[in-house]
């Protein structure tokens, strides 16, 4: 049996109420409802349940080892050029969240995953994008969005989310084991959570 997995950052409330506020403007747009936004991390896919234990292990090393730190999003692009499939808010300059993101990198490797060949590039998904979308209703998104920026919130915690995808719609995303940072007291998984076993 295998798990499709990613570890992300939660967004607090406040911050994606303003995010839910912006998802308008693009007609043909698979806007992201409030429980799939998130940070992520790293994307590990799908993996057996043995190696999701073992990555369990070595996120936990990681979390340990680092400080919480304090991240804003900023500004919005898009992913996909001139046949863009994604709309993205962007994330101001974070050299914890980089750091952060190295970690669980050199952690996935230790747990004998496959090495992510892609440049991280921190980003909130707001949407996804079906073919014959207007790029000039993509690109006024980008305009009318690149000024956007929210108050820095506090991160002492990141998570092991696991991602069931559902035909036609938006996959189910479950906290499946969560990490608090350098130590911090951790309140529990929340509803519906379970560690991995």
Known sequence: MSVRVFAAIDIPDDVAARL???QKGVPGASWRPREN???TLRFFGEIPEDAARDLDAELGQEADGAAPFEIALKGAGSFGKDDPHTIYI???PSEPLRRLAADLERAARRAGLK??????APHVTLAYLRGGVDLGRVQSFEQRCALFETPAWRVDRFFLYSSWL???EPSLYRIEAEYPLGGSVAPGPGPGAAQIS
């Not at 090495?115 to 991280?120: A, C, L, S, V």
């Open 20 to 22: 839910i506020a912006l």
């Open 37 to 39: 936004l998130h940070l």
């Open 90 to 92: 962007g994330v101001a």
């Open 115 to 120: 090495p992510e060949t892609r440049k991280y």
């Open 166 to 168: 559902r035909r036609g």
